[in-house]
């Protein structure tokens, strides 16, 4: 047998061999995708800190995403955001009220900005009561003088949204604090 052609077969085979391996991981090719179960729900409790603690709430004007990133307890990176990412419904939980002594005369208002590449953040405007079947469209949602919550949802008809923060802004006094829970 020639010995370039013998050289070229083995080249060949070894090639071939190289790209059964490894050709996914060079030409970039996904090699499986993982879906995620219909009715699937994850919860997120914003203006966490690493300081483990129990009530996750700001007594002045803040924003999620200014807390200092850490990593939770399961291993996963907190960066003050919640990642909504092909989810098909997204509900927010707004709460005013008092537990540390702080008075809760003033008022809190709420709002949600979204970002497709959790870096770029923009106002959300299209907040809608959870509890009216009416869309209303609004920018924020202002909680004076109550211990109350109030529920939000995001209309993501025609979003496509990576990730969502809390903004808060306080007149006065009270305790603030934001939740939100996402069915995929």
């Known amino acids: 047998m020639n010995k370039y052609l013998t050289i070229g077969i083995i080249t060949v085979a070894v090639l071939g061999l190289g790209y059964l391996l490894f050709g996914n ?51 996963r990176k907190d960066n003050g955001y919640f990642v909504i990412a092909g989810a098909k419904s997204v509900t927010f939980y707004f709460q005013r009220g008092d537990t ?35 869309p209303t469209g609004l920018s924020s949602y202002t909680i004076s003088a109550a211990s109350t919550t109030a529920l939000l949802s995001l209309d993501l008809t025609n979003d496509a949204l990576y990730a969502v923060r809390c903004e808060v802004v306080e007149a006065t006094d009270g305790e603030h604090s934001c939740r939100a829970s996402a069915q995929f």
């Open 25 to 75: 991981a060079v030409s970039g090719q996904v090699s499986k995708d993982i879906a995620v179960p219909d009715n699937y729900f994850q919860n997120y409790t914003f203006f966490a800190s690493t300081t483990g603690q129990t009530i996750y709430a700001t007594t002045t004007s803040a924003i999620s995403t200014s807390i200092t990133p850490y990593f939770a307890a399961d291993g």
């Open 100 to 134: 540390s002594g702080q008075g809760n005369t003033g008022s809190t208002v709420f709002s949600v900005d979204v970002s497709s590449d959790g870096t770029t953040w923009y106002d959300y405007g299209n907040l809608n009561s959870a509890t009216s079947t009416t």
